[in-house]
């Protein structure tokens, strides 16, 4: 299997950790590209020029991380990620809608396609400040020696918060919530997949 990515997608990182969850990083390269230049590389396995993307074999290759997630539970599932479907997914829909809001802030800002005041704008905001409400009230059972999917995609959604939105200060008004994320950053996944 090949792995596009790049190291400041939230997206791909997701994918990345749930692979080395699963100990499968053996059986999978990792093929670093710029989604945004579009390379030729890239657009071979997912027309649509985003990352991630998993290559399974020549002219097979699945795009949009939640269908990957879905192909590694089902092909590899030794260690399973998904542990109470219904519940891991409630977790797993905050989490991506988390990271869905703060990527498109991030790119909209990047790009000055919308303005700060703008009503997508203040939209993604308010939604940001309702996931992170949400997440602090209900959160994923602490994880002890094991982890699931829900675990990894929170815990990205908020470590991207940290990298690219540090002017949302999330940490101070949700205490638990921060002493969640701490706990799971500290795993040697998150460790060696930093966003940089
Ligand atoms: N819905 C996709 C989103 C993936 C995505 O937006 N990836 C970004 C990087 S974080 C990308 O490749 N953007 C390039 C582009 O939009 O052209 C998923 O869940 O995988």
Known sequence: M???LNATSPYARVVRIALLEKQLEDICTLVWVDPWASPDVLLAVNPGAKVPVLEISPHLAVSETL?????????YPAIALYPDRAQTLHWLGLGQGLIDAAFATVISRKHETESASSLLSQRRLQAIERLLAALDQDLPAPADHSITISHIMVTVALDYLAFRLPD??????????????????ARESFCQTTFS
């Open 67 to 75: 269908l990957i997630l879905d192909y590694l539970e089902a092909h």
């Open 168 to 185: 949302i200060q999330w940490q101070p008004q949700y205490p638990a919530l921060a002493q969640w994320y701490h706990e799971i950053l």
């Open 2 to 4: 090949k792995l596009y």
